[in-house]
């Protein structure tokens, strides 16, 4: 813990954290709703207007890792008062923009200043808060990830008709300067550069590849997924980002890597964060097609499918503080395998699904998939965060939110992928109605099937995966 924070510091510390998470989350799904009134307001068209979204996530994605590696070296404080700062601004030339260039251009500047902060949040709570305290203050970054995902369309619906499109950017900028102001004023500096025998140098050659190649790969992952191109030149980009990457690994063999290789060394970080990948692999297949399911089959309104939709982040946002606090009291085992056989479980009672399944009963499914997010979200997170050294916890936090990100984005397009193959038809047909409620059911059930496999094979991760060597490792943690 940085110099035994006092008490009543430390919620502030954690406020301030849950802010910043809160507005990062929230643009992540805010901007949705607004996509057809900023194309009409600028003049796009719907592929277009679509970078408004993906040049966000791929900004933040692409650069957690660097930020991560450099919080380490240069300290935790300045550059997470400089990621609010970024962010920031980036909402405030977001709001000014008058075309579409300049909008995707200020997104870029806002998600680099997300991940700046998103990258350092699990790293400055695991240091502020003692081990008996650490996974109950994770869970509640967890409930503001679900509430940000939670209110985001809802709000962002609000602001538009009430404010116009400019007003879900303007919003972040008094919260965004309050919370540069707050980080000077509470949070403790962890800056370890003075440490004996330290590496402080950063590897720019390592992280311009890491960078290019993550790029790469995620512009050709969502590109697909959006259906802005075809399989042909989506899988050429990915086998360039593919040979990116390697180089990458190459460079990794100098001096001073952006990555600790150390870090894996632990299974309990390994398997932590592969297992996070696969749970987010398996839920996004989820929360993709379920909308489909629930308006195009069952016949449901925006409103009332997203009122059910909205049933999982709520439950996750209520029970994460409890599993984390619990998982404070035992161990984080039994939880994280209990939560991952509720999600494997959720998804495979998601394949009996048909055109007249009652309405409670899909609601029942729902709340047992955020109960098991919750289960396995916090308590795996103070696993992970606990089992690295202190001066490591800026590169082990952007680690564990990349491989979350890449869960999400590859669950996505790989159930788009899938649903594809089985039902011989695009995703526009889906969209657009014209799909036969029997042929989307046979795609949709092979889709959460495969998505419970994935939640099983993280579960299999945590029950065998971390046993050899785990007292080591839980030593670090406790």
Same mark, same amino acid.
């Given at each position: ?7 009543? +510091? +430390? *919620?502030?510390?954690?406020? /301030? ?13 805010? #901007? ?27 900004? #933040?994605? =692409? ?17 997470? %008062? =400089? ?28 998600? !680099? ?7 350092? #949040? ?21 409930? &503001?990830?679900?509430? *940000? ?16 499109? +400019? ?23 962890? +800056?370890?550069? *003075? ?10 050659? $390592? ?11 995620? &512009? ?17 980009? =990915? ?19 952006? #990555? ?43 409103? *009332? ?14 029970? =994460? ?42 609601? %029942?499914? &729902?709340? !047992? ?10 308590? /795996? ?18 680690? /564990?939110?990349?491989?979350? /990100? ?41 889709? &959460? ?19 050899? $060597? ?9």
């Amino acid at each position: 813990m940085d110099s035994a924070v006092p008490k009543g +510091r +430390r *919620g502030l510390v954690l406020f /301030n954290a849950c802010v910043i998470t809160f507005m990062a989350t929230l643009d992540g799904s805010i #901007v949705n709703i607004a996509l057809p009134t900023i194309a009409k307001a600028l003049g796009a068209g719907v592929s277009a207007v679509q970078w408004v979204v993906t040049s966000y996530l791929l900004c #933040v994605s =692409a650069t957690l890792l660097v930020w991560g590696r450099l919080s380490d070296i240069y300290g935790r404080k300045r550059l997470f %008062a =400089a990621g609010l700062l970024t962010f920031t601004v980036g909402s405030l030339l977001c709001g000014l923009s008058g075309s579409l260039s300049a909008l995707v251009a200020s997104r870029v500047l806002q998600g !680099l200043g997300a991940a700046m902060a998103m990258a350092l #949040v699990q790293g400055i709570v695991t240091s502020t808060f003692p081990p008996e305290e650490r996974g109950k203050a994770l869970g509640f970054i967890g409930s &503001v990830v679900a509430i *940000g995902s939670l209110v985001g369309p809802s709000l962002g619906g609000l602001l538009v008709a009430i404010a116009g499109w +400019r007003s879900i950017f303007f919003i972040n900028v008094p919260i965004g300067l309050g919370g540069v102001a707050l980080t000077f004023a509470v949070m403790p500096e962890s +800056r370890h550069s *003075g440490v004996a025998g330290r590496d402080t140098a950063f590897n720019w050659s $390592g992280s311009a590849l890491f960078v290019l190649s993550i790029a790469a790969l995620f &512009v050709a992952m969502l590109a697909f997924q959006d259906g802005l191109v075809a399989a042909s030149p989506a899988l050429g980009i =990915a086998a360039i980002a593919f040979v990116l990457f390697f180089a990458f690994l190459r460079a990794e063999r100098r001096p001073s890597p952006l #990555v600790d290789r150390s870090l894996f060394q632990s299974r309990v970080f390994t398997m932590g964060v592969i297992d996070s990948c696969l749970s987010y692999v398996a839920m996004f297949s989820y929360t993709f097609f379920m909308p489909f399911y629930l308006q195009g089959v069952r016949g449901m309104s925006v409103l *009332g499918a997203g009122a059910l939709m909205s049933v999982y982040p709520l439950v996750t946002g209520v029970l =994460a503080p409890l599993a984390g606090s619990l998982s404070d009291r035992i161990t984080y085992r039994p939880l994280t395998i209990a939560g991952l056989l509720c999600n494997a479980s959720g998804l495979a009672l998601l394949a009996t699904l048909g055109p007249g399944t009652p309405l409670y009963a899909i609601g %029942a499914v &729902v709340v !047992l998939l955020g109960a098991g997010g919750a289960m396995f979200q916090s308590p /795996n997170n103070s696993s992970v965060m606990g089992s690295v050294p202190r001066d490591r916890l800026g590169i082990a936090g952007s680690l /564990n939110a990349f491989f979350r /990100n890449l869960g999400m984005v590859t669950g996505t397009t790989l159930s788009v992928s899938l649903f594809s193959l089985v039902t011989k038809a695009r995703m526009d047909s889906v969209s657009s109605g014209a799909l036969d409620g029997a042929v989307f059911l046979g795609g949709f059930r092979v889709v &959460v099937l495969a998505a419970s496999g994935f939640a099983l094979l993280a579960m299999i991760g945590e029950v065998f995966g971390k046993r050899r $060597g785990e007292a080591g490792d839980l030593a670090a943690v406790r």
